[in-house]
């Protein structure tokens, strides 16, 4: 059972659109990450949010996490091919600070 | 430039024969993590260290599975007898945190995963 819920699950667009993916939790975490994972390699850390409400932006990447730290959304302005890969969010927890991988959406800029 | 290694990047295998994959996690990193990656159910955490010591490893199977750390370079993880359904990218992840869990910023960094296919 998946505690975490992205959608879409695929998203092809144009270079220079704008676009936002979801992830909805059925729990509390401590915070929140996203990452992105290109073909053939490991996740990568983009963000951390921590406080309810928080937003972060990261050049055209913002982020939100929602007020009750159950779920986050990912806008990116003005897409670029450079952006296409498999975006992930992940709910962080415990002592060891283990993550609870969400479902993912892969992400298609097209020129 | 500190990475986390893995090896084999690639492993093709018969059903029953034993598969081991290792990982070098970042040096003085305190935390090791390892994730199996399918396309039905994504990446999913198999078993994770802390100073070496296994916190949890409910999510792998445990008749088949095992997860050790024989020495803080390295974390291993053993598939014995190996089954088509194990087919997936695993991933080791190691991080740092300190005595009361971190900052909450806290990162794991991934490695480039083993991809395992069992015929």
């Known amino acids: 059972t998946q505690l975490l819920e992205q959608s879409p699950q695929f998203l092809s667009i144009q270079e220079g659109e704008n676009l936002t993916v979801y992830c909805n939790s059925s729990?509390?975490?401590?915070?929140l990450q996203w990452y992105r994972q290109e073909p053939g390699e490991g996740p990568v850390l983009l963000v951390t949010?921590?406080?309810?409400?928080e937003v972060k932006k990261l050049k055209r990447l913002t982020f939100q996490f929602g007020d009750a730290r159950k779920d986050s959304s990912l806008h990116i302005t003005a897409a670029q091919t450079g952006d296409t890969g498999l975006y992930l969010c992940?709910?962080?927890?415990?002592?060891?600070?283990?993550?609870?991988f969400g479902s993912g959406t892969q992400l298609t800029v097209l020129p | 430039d500190a990475r986390v290694t893995q090896t084999p990047r690639h492993k093709v295998t018969e059903m029953g024969q034993e598969v081991t994959m290792r990982c070098q996690p970042i040096?003085?990193?305190?935390?090791v993590f390892w994730y199996r990656q399918t396309m039905m159910q994504g990446l999913e955490l198999l078993a994770y260290?802390?100073?070496?010591?296994?916190?949890?490893d409910s999510g792998m199977p445990k008749d088949r599975f095992s997860a050790e750390m024989p020495d803080a370079t390295l974390a291993t993880l053993k598939i014995q007898p190996s089954e088509p359904r194990d087919s997936a990218v695993y991933f080791c992840?190691?991080?740092?945190?300190?005595?009361?869990?971190?900052?909450?910023?806290?990162?794991?960094?991934f490695g480039p995963g083993t991809r395992l296919t069992v015929t």
């Open positions: 992940a709910g962080v927890k415990g002592s060891a600070r283990q993550l609870t």
């Open positions: 949010v921590v406080t309810g409400g």
């Open positions: 260290f802390r100073n070496r010591a296994p916190l949890d």
């Open positions: 040096l003085g990193h305190n935390t």
């Open positions: 992840a190691s991080g740092l945190v300190g005595l009361a869990g971190g900052p909450l910023t806290y990162e794991q960094y």
């Open positions: 729990s509390v975490f401590s915070s």
